[in-house]
């Protein structure tokens, strides 16, 4: 059974940078898209974008100006980097397997808060 | 971006009734590109269905889903206790992806 588990600070000055890590276990990196989903306190989920094992990503256009995704098959992870976060970026972020060229998220981890405060 | 548009916010029933969710897109989602997924408090979201009707592995028949094009529904025929959470479809067949805002059914 695929699993995975995000890591990183709970909290991130305005202006600075989010950095999250997904570990996967129970399954290999290869050869998946491997997406970032967020939710908002109350409001909707919100696709980031992804990142193959090949390491090609694609991010949705309202973030990609501030998004930067990689993967490191060595280690079966994968991060993202979210730059200059104001609290609009105050939410819940998940790591998935999938949503790349017509595939589903077929599995998800179980969030981490990341609050953006000073 | 395709909009998805879930109804009802909320449903409230009783162990054992049927519920009837529903998923609307903005767009004809191409080839049934529409997957939904269960969302428990402190629990990893949880694939459903995916190409519309596809049950995934391990899922109960109990949950079962339909449509095409604009229009999609999430039946579970026999709510059970565990069944109580918030339900969200996400389309795949255009980026970006993008989900709904989730149907929560409550229990009465």
């Known amino acids: 059974q695929v699993q995975l588990q995000e890591s990183g600070p709970g909290l991130v000055r305005p202006s600075e940078t989010l950095s999250l890590t997904c570990n996967v276990s129970g399954g290999s990196i290869s050869p998946y898209f491997w997406s970032w989903i967020r939710q908002s306190p109350g409001k909707g989920l919100e696709w980031i974008g992804y990142?193959?094992?090949?390491?090609?990503?694609y991010y949705n256009p309202s973030l990609r100006s501030r998004v930067t995704m990689s993967v490191d098959t060595s280690k079966n992870q994968f991060s993202l980097k979210l730059h200059s976060v104001t609290a609009a970026d105050t939410a819940m972020y998940f790591c998935a397997r999938g949503g790349g060229r017509l595939r589903y998220i077929d599995y998800w981890g179980q969030g981490t808060l990341v609050t953006v405060s000073s | 971006d395709i909009v998805l548009t879930q109804s009802p916010g909320t449903l409230s029933l009783s162990p054992g009734e049927r519920a009837t969710l529903s998923c609307r897109t903005s767009?004809?989602?191409?080839?049934?590109?529409l997957a939904w997924s269960q969302h428990r408090p402190g629990q990893a979201p949880r694939l459903l269905i995916y190409?519309?009707?596809n049950r995934a592995t391990g899922i109960p028949d109990r949950f079962s889903g339909s449509g095409s094009g604009t229009d999609f529904t999430l039946t579970i025929s026999r709510l059970e206790p565990e069944d109580f959470a918030v339900y969200y479809c996400h389309q795949y067949g255009s980026a970006p992806l993008t989900f709904g805002q989730g149907t929560k059914v409550e229990i009465k």
């Open positions: 767009l004809s989602v191409s080839n049934t590109y």
């Open positions: 990142v193959f094992y090949s390491g090609s990503t």
């Open positions: 190409g519309a009707s």
